[in-house]
């Protein structure tokens, strides 16, 4: 180290790193796993047969001290490792009470990838070897920002409890149901799980303070359609792995392009982690006081992923029906679409029904007003 | 909607879930039966050994809907039953998987402000939705979850195996006693559960051809009439399945006498017989408690011919019972949800018969029955005309001190109790039918017993000395004026001294005892003190009946 290397990266936050790689498990902890370098800080990624990528970014205020030297002014620096030893180094240093600092070094292609973690006492050097690079193919995991379908804001803790029941009913494919009503300007995003038990849907809250955002658009990104409902089908194991990053995340942003890509940001604000992974986490925060820079952006994750399928139709009616049931049942947000709108039997239909359903108490109540 | 319930407390919502979950350890697919009264989950494992069995109550739910003449769509669930007060019963049943309904109510992260329960089986509905249990909740994080949960409706074959127990219980212990005082809290017990088999909307399969469930009976007792009955505090047997190394008992073995209770945990497995020899893990464990901290029991035995002593017979009454301790662990950890402990009620008959739990939590009833161990089972007599040489003996336990009932009960001091225990145990044991010596507290039973003591006085004195017991058999006691064909049971013997003068009047009845209790205490104390000079210079009080006890034996 007497020529300094192209990057060096100085840190106390061990504990953060690891709560930031662990939400890359859920894609493979055996695999390796790209990082990019550039002056604005470190990005890790990963993805699963071209049709999931994770993409985590630990930005540079991370870092008491962030060297990053490259050849030319812009270029990127990358290098692959495999989580699973990254990991497994930082554990057992994050497994210490001390402060520990760490130094992350890479000196270019054909150098090992070194962390060093130091503690008053002891200094620990892990080096990496980095034979391979293997790029990641991003054909296809590309947002078309200009053809939005879907987009909308939510807090995280909401969307991860969400997934956490839908994996304890075994959920096998998942759909997403949004609805903008017209009338009442008021939003609709469920979760609908089929699962060998049958369907459950779990109807995330829409009030402003949970779901801060909810558009849906008419494959332009710009025009607001209302009354009619997006429906997308996920295979609940690809989906799944959004629960780890859910998990820390304050808030989620989704979004839907018109080629059936979904994307979802998601923003940790440090200052309210909400989910700390465990009583060792707890411990460890206390006592190294968890004092992230106050500039620190947090970790910043972006996951692609395709729909499984187009839905089919007899399922997609289904849904509506299913999701039309629930409205009628909840009078008093008055969910029904407008008649005029394409699925203008079902609607009505559904309106009977509504109507018989609401019967029973119609009728008990009637005595009050004779 | 055909049905709707809503749960909308959270501890009724965990003792939902954990009732659910318990029923599915014993079998993945439960029984559902909705009635207007209630909702009935039953489950019965795949060997059809165990049965798992708890009514929730109408009042348990905090919204209760049922209009089962609604249902269109799998109405090859719905039953209509008659009850022997010829009330029409509409209920409901199915079949789902446990399992996932349990997932679906146990405690998750959020409370649940909204629990609700719903099929919508009626003509108007969709068909997506026909056939399936909904469970709508809304949490405090505002999230709406809404489960779909298939059943398959079926006619569900409902055991009455607890209805028909009650009502033996009840014919054996409940209509002799008219004569005698028991335990007020046990007369009470008696009285709801009469009400109960005659409220039961199954109660046809328990009634007689008038369509009436009769409790009473008035043939003789014989061996197939053997009931037991237990009530004890369940902590006791919690404690004991959790001191236990459940993972090597395979097996628990109740031993009931009338003194003490022995629960046995043991197992007969040879395991690791390569590795560790023989026999290496065959393993007992104990626990005795008091009769005196049973609530209630109820002894069933018989006496096999009348030359057998009587005493040595009263004393070596021991009632056992062995049954599988896997499920019913899986039954007691179920429990846990209450934070109260209750009591609970056993009901077993001769071994080899099924074993009956029952524990009332709330409203909210808990059944199991298990299959119990043949061995050890009386099989009756041939020639079942000689049954009247059979003389039943029933023991019922003893009167608590925290009776409910006061009026009838005085307070003798506890030390004097103390010191004559003696005295106490040899009245007893003669013939009240089960007067424990534990028994210190005063009711009318044990005066009027001694009352008749005194009519025969010189039997009293003797007792003191050694001869601990008089025979039950009055045949060898002529002196007392008994007709004889009361003997036959010793249960009805008290009961006719008393009905001969001053027929069964309760209240007059206690008001004679309470006399007769203050003469008698007076010439007890006098007695008392001649007997501990008598025996002050031989052996002690309660020295003297052991050797009689090893003699006879």
Redesign the interface.
């Known amino acids: 180290m007497i020529d300094s290397p192209i990057f060096y990266a100085t840190t106390v936050h061990l504990d953060h790193i690891v709560t930031a790689l662990n939400c890359l498990t859920p894609f493979g902890v055996k695999g390796e796993m790209l990082i990019t370098i550039d002056k604005n800080g470190l990005s890790f990624a990963q993805e699963n047969n071209h049709v999931i990528k994770i993409q985590l970014v630990l930005s540079r205020e991370l870092f008491q001290t962030f060297h990053y030297s490259p050849i030319t002014e812009t270029s990127l620096t990358k290098v692959s490792l495999r989580l699973d030893h990254v990991l497994d180094s930082l554990n057992i240093s994050n497994d210490r009470n001390d402060i520990i600092e760490c130094t992350l070094t890479y000196n270019g292609d054909g150098s090992p990838f070194i962390l060093i973690f130091e503690d008053n006492m002891i200094t620990e050097s892990v080096e990496y070897s980095t034979y391979l690079l293997k790029d990641l193919d991003n054909t296809g995991l590309v947002l078309d920002r200009t053809r939005l379908q879907f987009e909308c804001i939510i807090k995280g803790?909401?969307l991860h409890?969400?997934l956490?029941?839908l994996k304890?009913?075994?959920c096998k494919d998942c759909y997403f149901y949004a609805i903008h009503n017209e009338t009442t300007k008021k939003p609709l995003f469920a979760l609908i799980s089929r699962s060998q038990?049958?369907?459950?849907?779990?109807?995330?809250?829409n009030?402003r303070s949970?779901l801060e955002k909810f558009e849906i658009y008419a494959n332009d990104s710009t025009t607001l359609l209302y009354d009619h409902p997006m429906i997308s089908v996920f295979d609940y194991g690809m989906l799944d792995k959004i629960r780890a990053s859910a998990r820390i995340a304050s808030k989620i942003m989704i979004r839907r392009d018109v080629h059936g890509l979904m994307t979802v940001n998601i923003l940790n604000e440090t200052k309210d982690i909400l989910r700390p992974n465990d009583q060792e986490y707890k411990r460890t925060r206390a006592i190294s006081g968890n004092n992230l820079p106050s500039h620190y952006p947090g970790i910043i994750i972006e996951i692609c992923m395709l729909e499984k399928a187009l839905p089919e139709l007899p399922d997609v009616n289904?849904i509506k029906?299913?999701m039309i049931?629930?409205m009628g049942s909840e009078s008093r947000h008055n969910f029904l679409p407008n008649t005029q709108q394409p699925p203008k039997k079902t609607a009505h239909d559904?309106k009977?029904?509504e109507n018989?359903?609401g019967y029973?108490a119609a009728s008990q109540d009637l005595p009050l007003f004779f | 909607m055909s049905f709707r319930a809503s749960i909308n407390s959270t501890n009724e919502q965990t003792i939902w879930g954990k009732c659910l979950a318990t029923l599915s350890q014993i079998n993945p697919d439960v029984f559902i039966t909705i009635t207007e009264n209630g909702v009935l989950i039953s489950s019965m494992n795949a060997t059809d050994t165990t049965m798992a069995k708890v009514r929730f109550p109408k009042s348990f739910f905090t919204e209760y809907h049922f209009e089962p003449k609604k249902i269109v769509f799998g109405e090859s669930g719905v039953q209509q039953i008659t009850d022997c007060n010829d009330i029409l019963h509409t209920i409901y049943s199915f079949k789902a998987n446990a399992k996932y309904l349990s997932l679906l109510s146990l405690k998750q992260e959020d409370t649940i402000k909204e629990y609700m329960l719903t099929i919508d089986n009626c003509d108007n509905c969709s068909e997506t939705i026909a056939n399936k249990l909904i469970i709508k909740m809304k949490t405090a994080s505002l999230l709406t979850k809404e489960y779909q949960v298939n059943f398959d409706p079926l006619e569900s074959v409902q055991i009455i195996l607890s209805l028909k127990y009650k009502q033996k219980f009840l014919s054996v212990y409940n209509n002799k006693s008219k004569g005698r005082s028991l335990d007020p809290r046990l007369v009470d017990y008696f009285k709801s559960l009469q009400t109960e088999l005659e409220h039961d909307m199954f109660n046809r399969g328990i009634a007689n051809e008038h369509n009436i469930v009769s409790t009473v009976k008035n043939t003789p007792l014989t061996v197939n009439d053997e009931i037991n009955f237990l009530s004890f505090d369940q902590s006791i047997l919690r404690n004991f399945i959790d001191s236990i190394m459940s993972n090597v008992i395979e097996e628990i073995k109740l031993e009931l006498t009338r003194h003490t209770l022995a629960i046995i945990g043991f197992t007969k497995a040879v395991y690791n017989m390569k590795s560790q020899g023989y026999l290496k893990q065959a393993v007992t464990v104990t626990n005795t408690c008091s009769a005196n901290d049973l609530e209630h029991y109820c002894i069933f035995s018989t006496e096999k011919n009348d030359g057998s002593r009587p005493s040595s017979r009263s004393q070596s009454i021991k009632k056992s019972i062995t049954f599988k301790l896997r499920d019913f662990k899986v039954f007691l950890n179920g429990l846990n949800c209450w934070k109260t402990n209750d009591m609970i009620r056993i009901w077993f008959c001769q071994p080899g018969d099924p074993i009956l739990f029952e524990i009332t939590k709330d409203g909210v009833v808990l059944e199991l029955v298990q299959v119990t161990d043949t061995e050890g089972r009386v099989e009756e007599p041939e020639d079942s005309v000689t049954q009247f040489n059979l003389s039943p003996e029933k023991i019922v336990s003893p009167i608590k001190k925290d009776t409910v009932v006061k009026p009838d009960k005085l307070q003798r001091p506890e030390s004097k109790q103390m010191l004559y225990p003696h005295t106490k145990r040899s009245l007893f044991i003669t013939d009240e039918d089960g007067a424990d010596d534990d028994d210190e507290d005063e009711e009318g039973r044990q005066f009027r017993f001694k009352r008749w003591g005194k009519q025969n006085s010189n039997t009293t004195p003797n007792s003191n000395t050694g001869s601990q017991s008089t025979p039950s058999n009055t045949t060898t006691e002529p002196s007392i004026s008994e007709p004889v064909k009361r003997m036959r049971t010793t249960v009805e013997w008290g009961g006719t001294i008393e009905s001969n003068n001053v027929g069964t009047d309760e209240s007059h009845q206690r008001e004679m005892n309470k006399a007769a209790y203050l003469n008698n205490l007076k010439r007890q104390a006098i007695q008392e003190d001649l007997n501990l000079q008598e025996e002050d210079d031989g052996m002690g009080p309660t020295q003297a009946d052991r050797p009689k006890g090893l003699f006879d034996s």
Do not use: F, R, T, W
């Open positions: 803790d909401v409890n969400a956490h029941d304890e009913i075994g038990q049958g369907l459950s849907k779990i109807i995330l809250p009030e949970i289904e029906v299913m049931e629930y559904d009977e029904e018989s359903d029973e």
